[in-house]
């Protein structure tokens, strides 16, 4: 998607065609900062530390930190050490372990001298998929928008709300529930986005800069809008991203979707999920009590990064000294709450035989 008119991806190679390229999402909307990951190491630190975030974007750097890696020393003790490093370094999303399988699994049984080549190739084609897949997500979920639309006027908007980030900046490019949103403003329906601020890394600011830099109508809200929102009527529908969807299709995403999909339920707001099949974990069936849910330091949620009046970059400490906080950072809303899953394959209820009758030939096998 663009910035400036720029077409950008979320992650690409760099001209020597091996360093790799990411935007540090932990400065944006304020700063548009390019860093170049050169190691293993430096790719486990961007995951860590998030400066790249989103399930399939963090997928698709670990694979260009397992080719870092390979470039560094691509004997058998380094490639088990890579993988290790890079697998642990977020918990929740599924992604993460399903491109590095994937690259570990090519890597294995072939002559180290062969590895940083096919690791690069690995990489690639893992980006490459990942915009094909969100692209195939964008024009099955803008059926969704063209069928609400079909039942209003025509300068009627379309009011959608979002958690989270799960635009281009989450993924290679087009993102996942923002895809059919960026299809309908390209195709000329009226939408407009209720950007849910995301406390407490602020992601919705993320998804602000996303959807005004392709000039498509929002307003960001405090996390604890939506539910006044749904109620005056003011929501056609929600969608959001997940970060691992189990096997009878609960889905775990960015904390506080949860709460979001039980104002939709008791709304009657038609709440749709938007996955890549990565993110589809069939070894896990009750997403509450299986899926390991990270929690990350209480800085996060006692501090606020933002502009000061004159223009600088500051953190800001909201809660009183010595406070304790709590940062939990994803939560699981049960598969009865999920109006539907958007997935590239079309559309699928969100329970055991819609996801079996969609993904026949992924469902019987473990994710890993
Ligand atoms: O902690 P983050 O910013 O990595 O969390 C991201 C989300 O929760 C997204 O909604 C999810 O990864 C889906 S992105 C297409």
Known sequence: MKINDTHYRSVWLADDGHTVEIFDQTKLPFEIQIIQLRTMKDAATAIKEMWVRGAPLIGAVAAYGMALAMRQESNDKNLQQAYDALVTTRPTAI?????????????????????????????NEIADEDVELCR????HGLKIIQKIAATKSVDETINILTHCNAGWLATVDWGTALAPVYMAHDAGIKVHVWVDE????????????????HGVPHTLIADNAGGHLMQHGKVDLCIVGTDR???????CNKVGTYLKALAAKANQVPFYVALPSPTLDFSVWDGVKEIPIEQRSGEEQ???????PEGGRSWVNTAPSGTTCGNYAFDVTPAELVTGLITERGFCNATEEGLRMLFP????????
């Open 95 to 123: 992604n993460l372990k399903w491109s590095l399988d994937r690259s570990y699994r090519a890597l294995e049984h072939i002559k180290p001298s062969l590895r940083e080549e096919i690791a690069y190739r690995i990489a």
């Open 136 to 139: 195939k997500i964008g024009e």
């Open 198 to 213: 995301t406390r407490p890394r602020n992601q919705g600011g993320l998804t602000a800069f996303e959807l005004g830099s």
């Open 245 to 251: 969807t189990t096997a009878r299709g609960d889905v």
């Open 302 to 308: 006692s501090h606020v990064y933002g502009l000061t």
């Open 361 to 368: 030939d992924l469902c019987g096998k473990p994710s890993s």
